[in-house]
């Protein structure tokens, strides 16, 4: 069977957001050529999900939806599925498989400590002990999302030789960079790195570069460092031939871990259903997501 892949990326008000997730695609394509890989986005951008589905669904009898996202929250959780409900009727002909997000795992903290590395090299190695990290997110209402960026940072700990391994969010949620800064600063951190916790640049990236430029200016005797987002590593790639694989192995449908919550539930009974610029109108959560 010709598996279609449709990978799924955020989607940004900064058109370079998109252009580096078409970029990425394009080099998977290049490591795949027998492949077709369609991509769609859920905001921001020219090629939503829905017509990113009628699309792939014009190739073949099954199409494999990737998430290029790193933690589960209302994207994965609420909305995705609930645009494959309404796929599966508009082609009742195609098998819609619904792959794992990337998640938080090892390959994505070999490339947070690379990163890491990276900047502290840019810094002339100061003394560990003195120099505090911050894991900055983006920030979710989803109290699990938040826990995995949470369990990320104390991966980081552990492996390293830090004393001060803390995380915030640049919206949403609590803490922001700002109160975490204050907070190592009083406690006597002397360098400061910010790691961002972000696959691809966008909006978000070019606030945070320019908080990184403020805090600065606002505690001069501190030095500042700021990591490079994930990107193009080699992990991502990796993770997703994990999750291709996984979803092609499949023997049975089987729901996806979310499925069954009672968020899931609460919000059918209750007609929250997630919807995003135009999305259609909820049919409801009874219909099982199939996942590798």
């Keep these: 069977m010709n598996d279609i892949l449709?990978?799924?990326?955020?989607?940004s008000r900064d058109p370079e957001g998109n252009r580096e997730i078409e970029v990425f695609a394009e080099q998977w394509r290049v490591r795949h050529p027998e492949r077709v890989i369609e991509v769609c986005f859920i905001e921001f951008a020219e090629v939503l999900v829905e017509q990113g589905l009628d699309r792939a669904a014009r190739y073949g009898a099954r199409v494999l939806v990737v998430p290029l996202i790193l933690n589960a929250a209302g994207h994965v959780k609420m909305e995705l599925p609930e645009h494959l409900e309404h796929a599966r009727l508009r082609h009742p002909e195609v098998e819609f498989i619904y792959c794992p997000h990337l998640g938080s795992n090892q390959e994505i903290l070999g490339i947070l400590k690379r990163n890491l590395d990276h900047a502290l090299q840019d810094m002339d190695r100061p003394d560990p002990l003195n120099t505090g990290i911050i894991l900055l997110g983006r920030g979710s209402s989803d109290r699990v999302a938040n826990g995995e960026v949470a369990k990320m940072a104390r991966w980081?700990?552990?492996?390293g030789h830090h004393p001060m391994v803390d995380i915030a969010f640049t919206g949403i949620t609590f803490p922001r960079l700002e109160s975490v800064v204050q907070r190592q600063v009083t406690l006597g951190m002397s360098q400061i790195i910010i790691l961002p916790y972000y696959l691809f640049t966008g909006t978000l990236i070019s606030r945070i570069k320019r908080q990184h430029a403020t805090l600065q200016q606002q505690y001069p005797?501190?030095?500042f460092g700021l990591a490079h987002y994930l990107g193009f590593e080699e992990e991502i790639y990796e993770l997703l031939e994990q999750?291709?694989?996984q979803a092609r192995d499949i023997e049975a449908p089987r729901m996806m871990e979310c499925d069954g919550c009672k968020y899931r539930e609460?919000?059918?009974?209750h007609g929250e259903g997630h919807h995003h610029h135009g999305a259609s109108e909820t049919i409801g959560s009874g219909t099982p997501v199939l996942v590798g």
Excluded: P, S
């Excluded at 449709?6 to 989607?11: A, S």
């Excluded at 980081?156 to 492996?159: A, F, G």
């Excluded at 609460?266 to 009974?269: C, Q, S």
């Design 243 to 245: 999750r291709v694989q």
């Design 156 to 159: 980081l700990y552990e492996e």
């Design 221 to 223: 005797h501190i030095r």
């Design 6 to 11: 449709l990978l799924v990326g955020h989607g």
């Design 266 to 269: 609460w919000a059918a009974d």
